[in-house]
């Protein structure tokens, strides 16, 4: 497999992509790439402003009401998949991707401007709610839409290269997220400014962002999958999707376990570092930000060995290490207070999830027909992340605050081993023609 991998990299560099192509797939990146910062910034920049809207002596109690709201956000997911990803098949990608960018912004802007629990009381986390429930709508829509977007127009031999960086573009987000913590930390800002105001800059700057994608996103050209395949669309793009409803629930399964791994690894994880480890904020941010810059190259190069061995491969390594190692890699977290250690069991952590976040949404993609492929990928991937995604930290700090933190670690392996079952029981859908409106 390494021989084959290895072989395969030169010719992937210089593939078939033309350069409309390529502005086409850099445009849906970068627009994925703000979407994400944007709403992960609400998580990771959490433990600053939890005290503005939630007053408490008790941080866990504060993150755990803010978690609660990043939850309602994933609620809102569902609907917003729904909504964009039938507007996806049935007007086009490029506009659908447009119209989600908008909505990211208006939503990052609420979150900036709302004043804090001490000036507007109660209305304070409404005005929160608010402001997330319209983020999810928007993140429900992005994440299968773009997947969707990028296997149509990525050359037919490296989907799963080129679809590597649509999770390069996740990650780049959160460090974006990251990154800008880290310079108001040590450069910008004091941690008494950060808490009292400053944890408002990075909505400010989402929003400004958000209106930079929405331009990258007018240049991007329709694929052909969809131009084609329109003229062949039914009356009811929901209705046919119902008629794949086996496809729908080997999707789900796919996700299950994934999911929940990667809001442990990557947005947890950061939290967990501060209250279980005992490392201090800044610091929880560097061995976090560390961790995920050298995951992010991993995504295409675990895409590109789907290219060579199959979808399903990837996916089993991925089901096959979260199950057997979850439980002992945070058993050993838990019980080092060593900065070094905690970034290296966090960096493996994260290498087992990249069999599931370089090629699960391409592997959904090559399971449905191009006439309902944004809804029918979409919408199963945002129903898993509002039930099991978007709970993860709560479930997390609910058994911390029980005093029963090691269930979650087994919560964890259990639901990826659910998903384990599945990959040992799909087919392989390397070979599958996304381009055919059949």
């Keep these: 497999m390494a021989k084959a991998l290895a072989e395969a990299i030169v010719p992937t560099i210089g593939s078939t992509a ?3 192509r390529i502005r086409s797939i850099v445009g849906g990146l970068a627009g994925n790439l703000i979407e994400w910062y944007d709403f992960l910034a609400y998580s990771i920049f959490s433990i600053y402003f939890a005290p503005a809207f939630f007053p408490s002596d008790k941080p866990t109690v504060q993150l755990m ?5 990043a939850a309602v956000g994933y609620i809102a997911r569902p609907l917003g998949s729904w909504l964009i990803g039938l507007y996806a098949d049935r007007r086009g990608r490029k506009s659908a991707l447009t119209g989600s960018v908008l909505a990211m912004c208006i939503g990052s802007l609420m979150i900036a401007l709302t004043p804090g629990y001490a000036t507007i009381g109660v209305f304070a986390p409404l005005m929160l709610i608010a402001a997330r429930l319209l983020q999810g709508l928007s993140m429900g829509g992005e994440y ?7 296997s149509e127009i990525a050359p037919a031999n490296r989907r799963g290269f080129y679809l590597g960086f649509l999770q390069v573009s996740v990650v780049a987000g959160q460090l974006l997220a990251l990154g800008l913590m880290l310079l108001m930390q040590h450069v910008l800002l004091t941690a008494a400014q950060i808490e009292r105001w400053g944890w408002r800059i990075p909505f400010v700057v989402g929003g400004a962002l958000a209106l930079f994608a929405l331009y990258m996103r007018r240049n991007v050209v329709e694929t052909e999958a969809f131009t084609h395949g329109a003229q062949h669309a039914g009356s009811s793009v929901a209705r046919e999707m119902l008629l794949h409803w086996r496809q729908i629930l080997l999707a789900l399964g796919i996700t299950v ?16 570092l501060v209250n279980t480890v005992g490392l201090g904020k800044e610091t929880a941010t560097f061995v976090s930000a560390g961790a995920l810059l050298l995951y992010m190259p991993l ?7 789907s290219d060579v061995v199959g979808r399903r491969p990837v996916l089993i390594c991925f089901g096959v290490c979260s199950t057997l190692f979850s439980v002992p890699l945070f058993n050993a977290l838990s019980h080092t207070h060593s900065a070094t250690t905690a970034f290296l069991l966090s960096f493996a952590g994260l290498v087992m999830l990249s069999g599931f976040t ?4 391409l592997a959904k993609t090559e399971l449905f027909p191009v006439r309902i492929r944004a809804l029918a990928v979409g919408l199963p991937y945002a129903l898993t992340t509002a039930i099991l995604g978007g709970t993860t930290e709560f479930v997390a700090l609910r058994f911390k605050a029980d005093g029963h933190e090691a269930w979650f670690y087994w919560y964890v392996t259990v639901w990826a081993g659910i998903s384990l079952l599945v990959y040992l029981g799909m087919p392989e859908t390397r070979f599958r023609a996304v381009g055919s409106a059949a």
């Design 358 to 361: 370089s090629v699960h949404m």
């Design 144 to 150: 299968g839409t773009s997947a969707t977007y990028l």
């Design 18 to 20: 033309s350069p409309v």
């Design 65 to 69: 009401n803010t978690a609660a709201i």
């Design 299 to 305: 995504q295409p190069l675990f895409g590109l060995a």
């Design 257 to 272: 376990g994934g999911t929940v791994a990667f809001y442990t690894y990557t947005v947890y994880m950061q939290k967990f």
